[in-house]
């Protein structure tokens, strides 16, 4: 591969990530508004983002409804990819076809469906609706990843567990839920995520008292713009560097580690 | 003594789509302490056979006994046989010894005399040190001894074995075939050995079941299946072969296109059947001199010399019938392509199947 | 719509239906795709149904409200605004992203693991904070026009809340998602296939043209189709950086909902959306299968 593909990628990758930092000099700058490069520097936007219940408020609505979603989404996606991989029944292209569903439709449709839905059963505004619709949302996500690992699995460990004594329980609980942990955990982690991102539903179902934290930057941006959102920016930009750190760092150690001969 | 423990098929059949038979009709008794090996290329039922005796398959047809007990209505985990997998299926998220301790857990077997039991079985194939090693960590013949190691500590009345030397590469694999042997006479438990290899086959069995698309063709002694195969198909997938279409004659004489009468052991077949000879390419004698012709002598043209080291492949021919001629390379004589030579087989060794 | 697949189930009289009903329903596959189908039927599948509803029968029942779209001329700008847009989106991000996922495809390493790394940091992190990063790069005050006025151009351009800058952000925020897709593909691509093709006299570019291109092109239309679906859809960039007056079509859904309060528009809008979105799933199942799209 010539030297100047290389460098135009890195420079690609670069020009990929660089804008996004442009956040975090604006997070400790003075100006109240948009500008750049801000006339000075001070913490005044961080101690108002963590004091204010205007953005205090959402984080925790976030936190809690992408739990939420993720317990629902792993409850009723799991069992769904099990089904989808090990066996083949009636309909089952059908059943396919409705639990990808949800990321086929555009967003602002459901929306506009979830706001006239739930306001019929007195759900809108209520932290349960956004749940409920971010569940949706998020079980093709559990069932897409959880199904590329079940395929990938190896089903004569179970038959191993089974032939040396193991009922199905047992089988499950001792080999298949180890094996398949790291899955469980990404499909849960990428449930919890697709639900803390949502932005559009959110932005007409949370209403104020449930508002999430897309909804809170969203509006801010709409409004007057609250330099707070600069302190918000940053801290889920460093949120998702220390995660890919971690994962990076984790990654070494486990190379590092003395392969056997 | 206890009761004999066996394992005993009849007329098992097993059909995935209707009017398709995976396996057909297999009747099959295993005496105690026996090593049979199921023989046949890929897709001739021999691992759907396993399959269903380890329970993982169900019967369409037919019931299948353990120690004279029916066990078709028995769950995989009830039937106490051992197996060691294709590809070993360790489970990778526990060390050896937790593999080797999985069905002793499984059994609530207490853990000091699971502990020394895991011990034993590892020592048993030479693993002794490597109990605390992740599946990951250890070779392919290592996991291969785990393996057999986790199928054998609880004492089954029964060790499936499914092509499990398959991975291995040709000396350990040969390496592996002892130690098995050397196992399976220490501790005389039943085994049943699916291999697609009919050297191993060969070399390991007490007897070897041959199968071919769904059904047994054959059962016996590696030297019966391998002088006197029944069918022509077992004749050519168990060694090499020189397999030749004739028609009897009175005095077990018979005649091949081309060739002329050869002499056979088949003095028993009346005359004028359609019949196979079967002519093992390492029973012909080869001399470079030319032979005059007669029921046990013939002269082939040498059309390929192959040298496998300890013997000499000679690929001859005679009047549109290629010949294989198998000689210890100590016994070749000087020949080369092209050239005419001499040979001659004992009437004994040539093995005569009716159609 | 759970009770209906029992039903069907047990009508075909299969081996387990001899067993009786109780058997049926308990049987392994049911448990397990019973509920995540009821849960989708009643909180995915009934609002749909509603917005389908709604499009047909508010105000009034009947096609109005999709006769009005169809003859309005700035709803249809609105439409053939939104295509006109994906497609630029889709063909900028492409250009950018292929030669990210080639190198990291092929090169690995070091490189490899930075530019996986820069795209997996743009890919997880919040269209929010990016569309705000834009806001302040293409702002009043920002850094372009700050270097523009520096250089000379005065009065500068307005950046801000126009269509370029919706579309240039959009290319930017989906070049991720698109050097995944392709690299999904590429690191697939055996390595050999590039030395048979120089042992064979192909010289390093036209071996890329010949060998390496043709295989790499699943993950150029999964690249593709998926950011041209996103895009049709996208609602937050656009509202907050782009043109108020030229909208997108979601943008205009949501002008419907919030501003004008016309359910019955907004949801024959929305159908015309879902159906373009629909439509080149349909497509694209055929062709390729709707699973492979997202690995």
């Known amino acids: 591969m010539s030297r100047s593909t290389v460098i135009i990628a890195v420079i690609v990758a670069i020009l ?32 108002r983002f963590f004091s204010d219940p205007n953005w205090t408020g959402p984080v925790l609505n976030s936190f809690l409804i992408g739990l939420g979603t993720m317990v629902l989404a ?25 639990v990808m569903m949800p990321l086929i ?39 897409l990843t959880l199904t590329s690992a079940l395929v990938n699995f190896d089903r004569r460990l179970e038959n191993a567990a089974a032939n040396l004594g193991a009922r199905p329980l047992t089988t499950f609980r001792l080999v298949t839920f180890p094996i398949l942990r790291p899955a469980f955990f990404v499909a849960a982690l990428f449930a919890f995520i697709h639900s803390f991102d949502e932005a559009v539903i959110a932005i007409f179902i949370s209403g104020r008292d449930s508002a999430t934290l897309p909804r809170q930057m969203f509006n801010s941006f709409q409004m007057e713009a609250d330099p707070a959102i600069s ?24 190379k590092q580690r003395p392969a056997h001969s | 003594m206890e009761t004999a423990r066996s394992l005993s098929l009849k007329s098992v059949t097993k059909s995935y789509l209707p009017g398709q038979n995976a396996v057909e009709a297999i009747d099959l008794d295993v005496a105690p302490g026996e090593f049979i090996s199921f023989l046949g290329p890929s897709g001739s039922g021999k691992t759907t056979t396993l399959m269903m005796i380890a329970g993982f398959a169900r019967p369409t047809r037919g019931e299948i006994s353990i120690a004279g007990r029916q066990i078709d209505a028995v769950e ?42 895991v011990k034993a079985a590892l020592a048993m194939v030479g693993l002794a040190e490597y109990a605390g090693r992740a599946p990951a960590e250890l070779s392919g013949g290592q996991q291969q001894r785990v393996a057999l190691a986790r199928a054998l500590v609880f004492q089954p009345d029964l060790v499936l074995l499914d092509e499990p030397l398959g991975a291995l590469d040709k000396t350990l694999r040969e390496q592996m075939q002892m130690e098995l042997k050397r196992i399976h006479r220490e501790l005389g438990v039943t085994m049943v050995y699916v291999t697609h290899d009919q050297t191993e086959a060969m070399a390991m069995s007490d007897r070897i079941a041959v199968f071919n698309r769904g059904r047994i063709e054959q059962i016996g002694t590696p030297s019966e299946v391998y002088f006197t195969p029944k069918t022509r198909f077992v004749a050519s997938f168990v060694g090499d072969s020189n397999l030749l279409s004739g028609k009897t004659r009175e005095g077990g004489l018979v005649d091949v296109a081309g060739v002329g009468p050869i002499a056979t052991s088949a003095g028993h077949v ?22 005059e ?63 | 719509m759970a009770l209906d697949l029992t039903l069907s189930r047990s009508a075909q009289g299969r081996a387990w239906s001899a067993a009786g009903w109780a058997s049926a329903l308990i049987r392994p596959p049911f448990l397990l795709y019973a509920p995540a189908s009821l849960f989708l039927a009643v909180f995915f599948l009934a609002p749909l149904g509603l917005v389908i509803w709604m499009s047909v029968s508010e105000p009034t029942v009947g096609f109005d409200n999709y006769a009005e779209f169809f003859a309005s001329k700035y709803d249809l700008n609105v439409l053939a605004r939104t295509f006109q847009t994906a497609l630029i989106v889709t063909i900028t991000s492409l250009v950018f992203a292929y030669p990210v996922a080639y190198v990291a495809a092929r090169k690995g390493g070091a490189v490899g693991s930075f530019l996986l790394g820069i795209v997996a940091l743009s890919f997880w992190t919040s269209f929010l904070v990016r569309t705000y990063a834009w806001m302040v790069i293409l702002g009043a005050r920002g850094p372009v026009v700050g270097l523009l006025v520096a250089l000379g151009v005065n009065p500068p351009p307005r950046l801000l809340f126009t269509t370029f800058a919706a579309t240039f952000a959009m290319a930017h925020m989906l070049v991720p998602f698109m050097v995944l897709a392709l690299y999904a593909v590429m690191k697939r691509i055996d390595e050999v296939y590039m030395r048979a093709a120089a042992s064979l006299g192909a010289r390093p570019l036209k071996a890329f043209l010949t060998v390496y291109l043709p295989q790499s092109l699943p993950g150029v ?28 079509i979601a943008g205009r859904i949501g002008q419907q909902i919030e501003q004008l309060l016309e359910f019955g528009a907004a949801s024959a809008t929305s159908m015309v959306l879902l159906a373009a979105a629909v439509a080149l799933f349909v497509i694209y199942d055929r062709l390729f299968g709707i699973e492979k799209m997202w690995r």
Not at chain 1, 74 to 98: C, N, Q
Not at chain 2, 311 to 334: H, I, N, T, W, Y
């Open chain 1, 231 to 254: 302190a918000a920016s940053s801290l889920l930009l460093a949120a998702v560097l220390a995660a890919l750190g971690a994962q990076f760092a984790a990654r070494l150690v486990r």
């Open chain 2, 293 to 355: 012709l007669s029921p046990w002598r013939n002269s082939i043209t040498v059309e390929e010399i192959v040298n496998y080291g300890d013997s000499v492949l000679v690929l001859g021919r005679k009047a549109g019938q290629e010949l294989r001629v198998r000689v210890p390379s100590m016994e070749m004589p000087d020949l080369r392509r092209g050239d005419e030579c001499g040979i001659e087989w004992a009437p004994t060794r040539i093995h005569v199947i009716e159609h």
């Open chain 1, 74 to 98: 792993m409850l009723l996606g799991a069992p769904a990819s099990f089904a989808l991989v090990r066996y083949r029944f009636r309909l089952r292209a059908l059943f396919r076809l409705i």
């Open chain 2, 270 to 291: 009346p005359p004028g059947k359609d019949v196979s000879i079967l002519v093992r390419p390492e029973t012909i004698r080869i001399s470079s001199e030319r032979a």
């Open chain 2, 76 to 117: 995989p985990y009830d039937r106490n046989i051992g197996m060691v997998f294709q590809n070993y299926a360790l489970f990778p998220h526990m060390n050896a010894a937790q593999n080797v301790g999985f069905p002793l857990r499984m059994r609530g077997v207490a853990k000091v005399p699971a502990q020394a039991k």
């Open chain 3, 221 to 248: 239309l999964n690249g593709a189709t998926l950011v041209f679906i996103t895009c049709l859809g996208f609602y937050v960039t656009p509202t907050l950086i782009g043109s108020p007056q030229d909208k997108m």
């Open chain 1, 105 to 143: 439709v555009p967003h602002i449709v459901m929306a506009l469906g979830y706001y006239s839905y739930f306001g019929s059963l007195g759900l809108v505004q209520s932290m349960t609706g956004v749940i409920l619709a971010h569940a949706c949302l998020s079980i093709p996500v559990v069932v």
């Open chain 1, 16 to 47: 990929l990530a660089g804008p996004m930092f442009i956040v975090v000099p604006m997070s400790f700058s003075t100006a109240p508004s948009l500008e750049f490069p801000p006339p000075g520097y001070w913490l005044g936007y961080y101690r």
